[in-house]
């Protein structure tokens, strides 16, 4: 396989450079096993497991290779089998909280150019939820397109697009540019044109979005042929089922990467700031304006939050999620920062321990 087409570049490159110089090759994980991993390479698709070291290194999951990563190998060709040594840095990565009550992070997707944030137009349509997404996509280094997908079974699409927009282009306060919003029919092939700038030769796009939004139907689309099942949705409520089962790379027919994955029920978000001020830059801007730095935009005076509100120039909805995920992320930070002291005092109760039995030799 040409490694270019497979989303080589010279960041990649440069981390690579000392294996290299040691014998070592290179491959692309396409898809994720509990214990091995099918890496495109030069070679061709290899079977590859982790060696003892690099899963002794590894405290999490998120130590292990993910989809979409970069790894270094020793290729055993005859046997289409290979060794995975390291894992190379990451240019994008997309992760997510695991499900639970746990405080951990679970990758989903890494060296992502583009995220496809994909939502339906039925009865599954929620504009909090692409908010959401949005946080996570903005965290993870790529660059996000929302797609509307089942257009043909939206009575309204052109107000369903207008509260779309109203979230994607919120961000136009801080640049001119908003987020691409694409509107598709994938069952009858109606709107790919607009997705073709996104999936050039050595670009990865990732598909994320709920079960039943038409990941895989449009997968297929992309492809050309019915790689991925395809399950209806349930009657009543427009919630699919889990027609991926797996992460999965795939190359396209154009030379373009396409990254299909679970829909997720349960999107727990594991970002900074950073992500919030981006989906909700709209909402940033007019809290630079208040009258007290730290107005919690309640009932202060000068309040232009509040007043944004009282005038409808801001949604309230939007503004009620923008606090929620607010608490969501202080909650998130806090937790985090307990595990590392935690982690801490383990590691140096451990080196004291061995300092103690050291002496008594």
Known sequence: MNLDCLGWSNFFADSFEPYRQEGFTVGRVAIEHRKTYIVYSKHGELSAEVTGKLRYRASQTKDFP?????????????????????????????????????????????????????????GDFNLRRIERYLILAWDSGATPVI??????????????????????YGRATLNALGIPIVVLSATNHQGFNALKPHLQPGQTVALLGSSGVGKSTITNQLIGTAVQTVQPVRQGDDRGKHTTTHREL????????????PGMREIQIWAGDEGLQETFADIETLAQQCYFRNCQHNYEPGCAVQQALDEEKLDYQRFQNYQKLQKELNYLVRKQDEKLNLAEKEKWKKIHKAMRNHKKR
């Open 66 to 122: 993910a989809v979409g990563d970069w790894v270094v190998i020793r290729a055993r060709d005859s046997e289409k089998q290979a060794t995975i040594h390291e894992i190379l840095p990451r240019k994008s990565k997309f992760s997510r909280k695991i499900a639970g009550a746990k405080t951990e992070e679970q990758i989903v997707a890494t060296n992502v150019d583009t995220v496809f944030l994909v939502s339906a137009l039925d």
């Open 147 to 168: 797609v509307l997908n089942k257009a043909d079974l939206c009575d309204n699409v052109e107000r369903c697009l207008a509260q779309v927009e109203a979230i994607a």
């Open 250 to 261: 795939i190359v396209l027919p154009t030379g373009g990467l396409i990254m299909d994955t």
